[in-house]
Nanobody
Framework: QVQLVESGGGSVQAGGSLRLSCAAS????????MGWFRQAPGKEREFVSA????????VYADSVKGRFTNTRDYGRMTVYLQMSSLKPEDTAVYYC???????????WGQGTQVTVVS
């Protein structure tokens, strides 16, 4: 069992920055790859980025590449999504999630709202 708790959402003007955090806990949490997803109103949930605890190389969706940075602090079992040059289309509820195979995300956080105003 893995528990995920996000924090750091809020409202920001276009061009601004926000940092999201996701704290993971549970006996096997370190075995999982951590992903970030988002869901905007009326749209399907979409993948944003993923990073492994053992491998610091993150992967990104094309829509956020170059603007978002996904990092992890293994000692704190926390992943961070640093979002810069935010656009109104980045407005969504952001979720962190955990997967063993980078295909099926078995555990999800509660989500945190990010609103970018123009």
């Amino acid at each position: 069992q893995v528990q995920l708790v996000e924090s750091g959402g809020g409202s920001v003007q276009a061009g601004g920055s926000l940092r999201l955090s996701c704290a993971a806990s549970g006996r096997s949490a370190s075995r999982y790859v951590m992903g970030w997803f988002r869901q905007a109103p009326g749209k399907e949930r979409e993948f944003v980025s993923a990073i492994g605890w053992a491998d610091p190389m993150a992967v990104y969706a094309d829509s956020v590449k170059g603007r978002f940075t996904n990092t992890r602090d293994y000692g704190r079992m926390t992943v961070y999504l640093q979002m810069s040059s935010l656009k109104p289309e980045d407005t969504a509820v952001y979720y962190c999630a955990a997967t063993l195979d980078r295909l099926t995300y078995a555990y999800w956080g509660q989500g945190t709202q990010v609103t970018v105003v123009s």
